[in-house]
């Protein structure tokens, strides 16, 4: 059974609480990206699970620069103007640059407490950019990224991930939500043609039917079957990367 302890992480910004799942010895390390609800029993679930397969699983706090916030019901935050309004201005405030600056912190992390092998990251919702982007910043480290329900993987933006394919090294996985407005399939051909071009090993697979959150139980588009389909090409990927 995968034990949880809750440990602080120095960053260049401040100091971040993180939750470290895992038993000693592990032989690899993941960073967890989390989503926009920030870290919570279900993404701690997630993580047990993660690291009951081996790995020491790292789930930083993004957004600690803010302080006390939430906690957000993922069911119903987006659709409470309150709520709403909170968690926009803490996403858009937390950004790429930030989120990559503390990876290294994240990563120091993982050897600070004896992960000495390779790491793989992987985000869900706004941390499957985060995943990317982290493989692309930290090229020796990271041998694999998958983002899942990822959004504007591939936008106008300067810090999209696609504009940073070619520092990618490791082996990558996107799963996207069958309608998602947030990467709709301009989107992905561009993502796609990027790494193709990039010379990285990726899959960008569409998981018909699945709604944008699919994969973290506490999400009101919630699929058990699309969710278990996600374990295990997340875990193939892992077992066939990190060992």
Same mark, same amino acid.
């Given at each position: ?9 120095? @960053? =260049? ?11 000693? !010895? ?6 967890? $990206? ?14 047990? %699970? ?9 789930? =930083? ?22 709520? %709403? +309004? ?8 937390? @950004?790429?640059?930030?989120?990559? %600056? ?17 790491? !793989?990251?992987?985000? $869900? ?15 020796? /480290? ?6 899942? #329900? ?10 999209? =991930? #696609? ?9 990558? $996985? ?9 990467? =709709? ?26 709604? #944008?959150? /699919?994969?973290?139980?506490? #999400? ?8 278990? %389909?996600? /374990?295990?090409?997340? +875990? @193939?990927?892992?077992?066939? @990367?990190?060992?």
């Amino acid at each position: 059974m995968a034990t949880k302890r809750q440990i602080e992480i120095k @960053t =260049p910004d401040g100091v971040a609480e993180a939750g470290l799942f895992g038993q000693p !010895g592990a032989r690899a390390g993941v960073i967890f $990206y989390m989503d926009a609800f920030g870290p919570r029993p279900a993404l701690d679930d997630m993580a047990e %699970r993660l690291a009951g397969h081996g790995y020491a699983v790292l789930v =930083p706090d993004l957004f600690y620069r803010h302080g006390a916030y939430g906690p957000f019901d993922a069911k119903t935050a987006f659709a409470v103007e309150k709520t %709403r +309004t909170e968690l926009r201005a803490i996403i858009a405030e937390t @950004t790429q640059g930030m989120t990559m %600056r503390d990876s290294g912190a994240f990563i120091a992390a993982l050897a600070s407490h004896g992960i000495s092998g390779p790491i !793989g990251a992987v985000g $869900y919702c706004m941390g499957g950019a985060r995943a990317l982007n982290a493989a692309a910043a930290y090229p020796d /480290w990271i041998v694999a990224a998958a983002s899942f #329900h990822g959004g504007n993987l591939a936008s106008d933006a300067p810090d999209s =991930p #696609h504009r940073s394919a070619a520092q990618i090294k490791a082996r990558v $996985y996107v799963g996207c939500a069958g309608v998602d407005g947030s990467f =709709p399939p301009e989107q992905s051909a561009l993502l796609a043609a990027s790494l193709r071009s990039a010379e990285v090993d990726h899959i960008i697979e569409n998981y018909v039917g699945m709604g #944008h959150g /699919w994969c973290v139980p506490d #999400h009101g588009v919630f699929n058990e079957a699309g969710a278990e %389909r996600h /374990w295990k090409r997340l +875990t @193939t990927l892992f077992a066939e @990367t990190l060992g």
